[in-house]
């Protein structure tokens, strides 16, 4: 007779226990560190976030990603966004959303932990420090990176329970190379380096399954990475072709960013001191695989140290090219539970490892300790109470005088202080190109004109305006008339006549 379902949950007490404190501690994390869409800060949307909660904020209205408004991710980044505008009418869905995603992540830190040691106080210990570390590099929250990362976070789990198996006969489960092609797709339709630590750990898996000479097992594995993959990519796909707009999406995610990455500067060539201290603080999660090598050559782990080094050398190729972002660090915080694991599960009898772990340690704990826990305190109440109220905006005075029921027909022009002006005041972005234009146009030709001639054929009833005009200004002294200004803004009304 199978057992009843008490004496289950009596079984699964300890699992439900663990599972208890990671939920909680990603409802308080999501809390306090997600300034753009936690309901302690409401008239906060950051930078980035407030494109994203934009673009989903107008996909939720009826626009198009792609062709009515634009950015240069994946839909996958800001479809969180729209799932939330459509239910609720605000960020809240992206809050319960992070928790749930937050707590994967937290799980998925304990339970690669648990791989290296049984101990539930060095998994716990791990999960914290992983916290604090991503907790510094967060940024205010809801980032594409961040919807992605528990789908790797649990495919990296699976695959590195087949590299520390012992059994070397054994088969690798095409099940898991289902899920490895899932989290791959949504890498994909969002930023495609997301899926750089996936795509390595996969290819680790791949070298050892030929050295296995397990061809058969190779061809069900990548039959159901891709199946997998287009699991998610035909959804997508689908949707923009029936759109009319599957290029200008694949333009967007694909070809301008390559574009983009040309043209950008890479940080080192323009670094100094403190530029290479924010690196040796933020980037922590990307060059600790350093140490975690070491500790595979001293453990003989190859297979661990041909995954390490490959995320050494292909994260640096993409981490030190273009601008420096602690945001794409989301995707390195595995490294940091492994890392801890290594340590964790040297022997303890010798006392040179021992002194190795208590100088590692403490070291790291005096970094956190020095650098993390002050900024992690005391910004939060900052924000809290900068913006428990509406912030008052220069603008504020002009955006007066656009009447309620013209507001559908408003853009704002300008840099990323405009970008949030959109969910202050539950606008719609009248035209495709409705934040930083200057910056899009800066980096391909062809968006440089699609913006000039949208703004010069369209027949938008307000433009409010920064400074930085150039690229429009023909159109604006053609077309428009000065309504008003103020402190470096412009309102300008469209001329009929």
């Not at 198009?64 to 408004?69: G, K, Q, S, T, W």
């Not at 539970?337 to 009898?349: M, Y």
Request: glycine share 6%; net charge negative; aromatic share 18%.
């Amino acid at each position: 007779m199978g057992k009843n379902l008490p004496e289950k949950l009596k079984e699964n007490r300890e699992k439900l226990w663990i599972a208890g404190i990671c939920f909680l501690a990603a409802i308080a994390f999501i809390t306090i560190y997600s300034y753009s869409t936690s309901p302690r800060y409401p008239y906060y949307y950051g930078s980035d976030s407030a494109q994203f909660q934009t673009m989903g904020m107008a996909w939720a209205a009826g626009k198009i990603p792609y062709r009515d408004v634009f950015d240069h991710k994946g839909p996958m980044a800001f479809l969180p966004d729209m799932v939330s505008y459509a239910l609720f009418g605000s960020n809240f869905g992206l809050y319960l959303i992070q928790i749930l995603c937050m707590f994967i992540d937290l799980a998925a830190v304990f339970q690669i932990s648990w791989l290296f040691i049984k101990g539930k106080g060095a998994c716990f210990v791990a999960v914290a420090i992983t916290a604090a570390v991503f907790a510094m590099d967060f940024l205010g929250g809801n980032f594409g990176e961040e919807y992605c990362l528990p789908f790797v976070f649990v495919s990296i789990l699976f695959q590195l329970k087949f590299l520390k198996r012992q059994d070397t006969a054994q088969d690798h489960d095409p099940k898991y190379a289902l899920l490895y092609g899932i989290a791959f797709g949504i890498c994909l339709f969002s930023k495609v380096t997301n899926a750089l630590s996936l795509c390595i750990g996969v290819l680790v898996i791949l070298v050892v399954l030929l050295l296995r000479k397990k061809f058969r097992n190779i061809l069900k594995n990548a039959a159901a990475f891709i199946a997998g993959t287009l699991i998610i990519a035909v959804p997508f796909s689908v949707y923009f072709l029936t759109k009319g707009c599957f290029s200008d999406m694949m333009y967007a995610m694909l070809t301008y960013n390559v574009k983009y990455q040309m043209v950008m500067t890479s940080w080192p060539d323009y670094a100094d001191g403190d530029t290479w201290y924010q690196f040796f603080l933020y980037y922590f999660p990307y060059y600790c695989v350093v140490f975690t090598a070491l500790l595979n050559i001293r453990a003989r782990d190859f297979k661990m140290l041909a995954y390490n080094l490959m995320i050494l050398v292909f994260g640096g190729y993409f981490f030190f090219d273009g601008t420096m972002g602690s945001q794409y660090m989301f995707m390195m915080m595995p490294n940091i539970p492994i890392l801890l694991g290594e340590i964790f599960a040297l022997p303890a009898e010798k006392e040179k490892d021992l002194r190795f772990v208590q100088i590692f340690l403490l070291g790291l704990v005096c970094a956190v300790c020095y650098e993390v826990l002050p900024t992690l305190i005391r910004y939060p109440v900052s924000v809290r109470l900068q913006y428990q109220e509406k912030p008052a905006r220069a603008y504020d005075v002009l955006l007066e005088g656009v009447p309620g029921q013209e507001r559908d027909s408003f853009i704002a022009w300008g840099g990323s202080d405009l970008k949030d002006i959109y969910l202050l005041n539950d606008i719609v972005p009248y035209y495709k190109y409705f934040a930083i234009q200057a910056w899009h146009a800066s980096f391909d030709p062809n968006v440089y004109e699609d913006i000039k001639n949208l703004y010069a054929a369209g027949d938008v009833t307000w433009i409010l305006a920064d400074d930085s005009t150039g690229l429009i200004q023909d159109t604006l002294d053609t077309r428009y008339f000065i309504v008003g200004q103020n402190e470096g803004y412009t309102l300008y009304h469209i001329n009929w006549e």
